[in-house]
């Protein structure tokens, strides 16, 4: 099943989005900071969701894993 039709599968991704953009722009700020408009504004904005609301971002990775795990 895919990830759009499956809704913890998409929640999933979505946090691995915002984990991964925030790591790349923790490495090389200027590959997200130059597309702040557009469709590549959605990864820097999700790069600044993972930076100013990174202690839920990462109380909701812990929550999937358990969930990934143990639930399923």
Known sequence: MSALF???SLLAVILLLI???TYVRGF????L???KTGLLG???KMARI?????PY???C??????????WQ
Do not use: H, Y
């Open 50 to 54: 993972g930076e100013r609301k990174s």
């Open 6 to 8: 499956n809704f913890q």
């Open 57 to 59: 971002v990462a109380a």
């Open 42 to 44: 959605i990864f820097w």
């Open 33 to 35: 900071d130059k597309n």
């Open 61 to 70: 990775c812990v929550a999937m894993a358990f969930s990934i795990l143990f």
């Open 28 to 31: 090389a700020p200027t590959l």
């Open 19 to 21: 984990c991964a953009c």
